[in-house]
């Protein structure tokens, strides 16, 4: 397989991309860097990436350049064809899927690293935003979204066509940020350099001196804290060719106020060790790598309250949110971070948990791998990079729009009363049990849609009675020919009953249900999603989880107990079938 990736400049190639580079060639394919030439393109090469130039390729808004830009990328199609161009945005991704297929590219993938215009942009910048996407988007074969938020929102807008939205998510080198690999010698070694003393608290922030990273407030708030408590260090490159690019004076009044101005470094990871918190108050982000790093790495985390930070920072647990360009509150988070020790220890390890389990880089790249192989079998191209190979599903947090697929996996489950009630009240069970914020649902997709899911509640029957209150009449009306049997109202009057024995077992939380489709049972996956269940208790800190499973359904039971649930009783949530318990445990 030939593929290309096209992107503004090399720095995004080499820097954010690179895995994805990387698999094609470790797979034996040819894979072609297209962009900006800069400092990275030596390494890429190295590294086996052929790098094809645009000359004309830009970073600020200038129509003509882009149009050149275009036409240079059309050039080089026609002059090495590939098999599949991979676009990134904003600006690639807009112009190189309609002259990807213009030039006859087979394959053509997108992948949305963030809208460039968000809910809260002013309407006109979101209407040209999203109209472009619109009409890209009909000339791409596969759309990949970094952000589930911009997911949700192309899917309600129908920005992108259905069918053809894949949730990609991002992720780090784990192996790189793993504390366990930088020494304390590094620790100490560059808080000696920064001129650190013993009980100062070194507040970290990695990024491009751009003032969309928020810089200028979080300057005024460094200014309004004790300078002898707290150092603040800066890592990243000036960028005066971008728009938005920090002033000098700007940049003067951070080192007045004892700023250590970094500059570009290569051992962020070093870097991290010796902070004691992370902070970034950016005004928009699409997924932010240097806050996973940070999370990685186990530092507690201060971001703004925006999409891609609330993807790794969730309040109270690893980390504050605060509103965007808010000097005064960004001060009060740092401070209340950095006066409490133990609650940054707690929230640290609550981050270093949450990136083992959510930001795995090599989880992405299977994804983006997986998503060639899946195109090219649609189009009848089996032969590359084995199209024709089984492909695993990725798992998942649900979504809005998952909900008919979770009904009906669950109503092809042949014990249980619940499916007995059909697909259409399923269907309005899974879009209030998604969109709880007590439950916690996770989804297999293979790429086309969902071949499984597991969900938890913090309370069964605290569920059921939001769902009484919010869905009675909708999911009434849809069971309402089978009301007028009398078993059936009485089993849903116990159903619903269900949940007075948590209290008896001690358990903070309950797995409501786990179901996968008929050709995925037996292949391990129910165990895959149980064990992504678990992380997900230990991410919210739970010490004791319950789970009801007909005694008759062995298979259930056993996936369970692999991993860590044990039978403590049985019941009968219906009059005369029994049921297990079983209860796992931190």
């Not at 006109?124 to 952000?147: G, M, T, W």
């Not at 009044?253 to 004892?258: D, F, H, K, P, S």
Request: a neutral charge; proline letters at 5%.
């Amino acid at each position: 397989m030939r593929v290309a990736h096209l992107t503004t400049v090399d720095m995004s190639l080499r820097l954010l991309l690179f895995p994805q580079l990387k698999a094609v060639i470790d797979e034996g394919g040819t894979c072609f860097g297209i962009s900006g030439t800069g400092p990275w393109v030596a390494e890429l090469e190295a590294a086996g990436v052929r790098h094809l130039p645009l000359d004309s390729s830009t970073r600020g808004m200038d129509l003509l350049a882009d149009l050149k830009a275009a036409r240079e990328l059309y050039c080089h199609l026609k002059a090495n064809p590939v098999d599949v161009l991979h676009t990134h945005n904003p600006k690639p991704g807009i112009y190189g899927r309609l002259v990807g297929k213009l030039a006859g590219v087979p394959m053509v993938i997108n992948t949305v690293h963030g809208l460039y215009a968000t809910e809260d942009d002013p309407w006109p910048k979101r209407a040209v935003v999203y109209l472009l996407e619109a009409i890209a988007a009909r000339f791409s074969d596969a759309e990949l979204a970094q952000n589930v938020e911009d997911v949700e929102l192309m899917a309600r807008l129908r920005i992108t066509p259905p069918g053809k939205m894949q949730l990609l998510g991002n992720g780090v080198d784990l192996s790189r940020f793993d504390p366990a690999r930088v020494g304390s010698e590094s620790r100490a070694r560059l808080r000696r350099e920064w001129g650190v003393r013993n009980g100062q608290v070194v507040v970290g922030i990695v990024g491009r001196l751009v003032a969309e990273k928020g810089y200028p407030e979080l300057f005024d708030a460094f200014a309004g804290l004790d300078r002898d408590r707290y150092v603040l260090v800066v890592a990243g490159p000036d960028d005066p060719t971008k728009a938005g690019a920090l002033p000098r004076s700007t940049i003067a009044r951070a080192e007045q106020l004892g700023v250590r101005m970094l500059g570009m470094r290569n051992d962020v990871e070093d870097l991290y060790s010796a902070f004691d918190l992370f902070v970034l108050p950016s005004h928009r982000e699409g997924f932010p790598r240097a806050a996973m790093e940070a999370a990685a790495m186990g530092l507690a985390l201060v971001a703004t309250d925006i999409r891609g930070c609330r993807q790794v920072v969730d309040h109270g647990e690893n980390g504050l949110l605060v509103p965007a360009m808010n000097a005064p509150a960004l001060a009060d988070a740092i401070a209340m971070l950095g006066d409490d020790a133990g609650l940054r220890v707690r929230m640290g390890k609550a981050s270093f948990v949450r990136a083992r389990a959510e930001f795995d880089e090599n989880r992405v790249v299977q994804i983006v791998m997986d998503t060639y192989r899946r195109v090219a079998r649609q189009k009848g191209m089996s032969s590359l990079l084995g199209a024709d190979r089984p492909i695993a599903p990725i798992i998942r947090r649900a979504m809005p729009g998952d909900a008919p697929a979770l009904a009906g996996l669950h109503a092809e489950i042949t014990t249980g009363f619940l499916p007995t009630l059909g697909r259409p009240f399923l269907t309005r069970l899974y879009d209030a049990l998604i969109g709880w914020p007590e439950a916690d649902v996770w989804v297999a997709d293979d790429g086309v849609s969902p071949v499984g899911f597991v969900a938890s509640v913090v309370s069964t029957s605290r569920f059921y009675k939001h769902f009484l209150r919010k869905h009675a009449i909708a999911a009434g009306w849809s069971v309402a020919p089978r009301l007028v049997r009398p078993s059936v109202t009485k089993r849903i009057y116990e159903t619903f009953r269900h949940g007075t024995g948590v209290s008896s077992h001690h358990a903070e939380a309950e797995l409501f249900s786990i179901a996968t489709s008929a050709e995925m049972r037996g292949k391990g996956l129910g165990g895959r999603m149980l064990a992504r269940a678990v992380d997900g208790y230990r991410e919210r800190g739970l010490a004791k989880v319950q789970v009801v499973v007909a005694a008759d359904n062995t298979a259930s039971l056993g996936a369970h107990q692999s991993v860590g649930f044990r039978e403590v009783a049985t019941i009968e949530v219906h009059a005369g079938e029994t049921s297990k318990v079983l209860v796992w445990t931190a």
